[in-house]
T-cell receptor, first 117, second 108 residues
Framework: GAGVSQSPSNKVTEKGKDVELRCDPI?????LYWYRQSLGQGLEFLIY????????KSGLPSDRFSAERTGGSVSTLTIQRTQQEDSAVYLC???????????????FGPGTRLTVT | GIQVEQSPPDLILQEGANSTLRCNFSDSVNNLQWFHQNPWGQLINLFYIPSGTKQNGRLSATTVATERYSLLYISSSQTTDSGVYFC??????????FGSGTQLTVLP
């Protein structure tokens, strides 16, 4: 079946603008994660959604970052007033519910490369 | 949180050679995954292996959970195996913690 999809694949924005990144998880995966990969910080966790539970926002680096998940499926990551240090690849992953993604682990999308000029 | 260390950081091989990549982690885990990041940045799932041994073609992996390490074996390497290999784990938290990766270059 279809994998995790993300859009746009690339986004260039000016410092101070807001951006929205989209993630479509694998059908049937109720858990959804956002990570980012930057040169200085490697791969780091941002936020986690599981079904209708309150999201785990413990990885968000500042209050300029927010995310929502509508209808338990598609998720949008919003970065307000972008800064140059926000430049990174933003990766979305999904999994079955439960520990260790229901025994199958997490599956990643192709990412959105964000460049803030 | 859990710490993940991968070694070596860089590895250069001649095509046809075998290699072993190592992942050490600092606490008990419920999930351990190996990924290959291709030149376009996509993370490709190689193994879900919190314990035991698995094989998939030229690749195999072993995790010894009691000793907190995992090994990824690549046999008869090909140029298409080049890229970054990541180990990632999770314990009581759901999110994955990634190691810093092993950059593999396979020369023709």
């Amino acid at each position: 079946g279809a994998g995790v999809s993300q859009s746009p694949s690339n986004k260039v924005t000016e410092k101070g603008k807001d951006v929205e990144l989209r993630c479509d998880p694998i059908s049937g995966h109720t858990a959804l994660y956002w990570y980012r990969q930057s040169l200085g910080q490697g791969l780091e966790f941002l936020i986690y959604f599981q079904g209708n539970s309150a999201p785990d926002k413990s990885g968000l680096p500042s209050d300029r970052f927010s995310a929502e998940r509508t209808g338990g499926s598609v998720s949008t990551l919003t970065i307000q007033r972008t800064q140059q240090e926000d430049s990174a690849v933003y990766l979305c992953a999904s999994s079955l519910p439960g520990l260790a993604g229901g025994g199958q682990g997490q599956y990643f999308g192709p990412g959105t490369r964000l460049t803030v000029t | 949180g859990i710490q993940v260390e991968q070694s070596p950081p860089d590895l250069i091989l001649q095509e046809g050679a075998n290699s072993t990549l190592r992942c050490n982690f600092s606490d008990s885990v419920n999930n351990l995954q190996w990924f290959h990041q291709n030149p376009w940045g996509q993370l490709i799932n190689l193994f879900y292996i919190p314990s035991g041994t698995k094989q998939n073609g030229r690749l195999s992996a072993t995790t010894v959970a009691t000793e907190r390490y995992s090994l990824l074996y690549i046999s008869s390497s090909q140029t298409t195996d080049s890229g970054v290999y990541f180990c990632a784990v999770s314990g009581s938290a759901r999110q994955l913690t990634f190691g810093s990766g092993t950059q593999l270059t396979v020369l023709p």
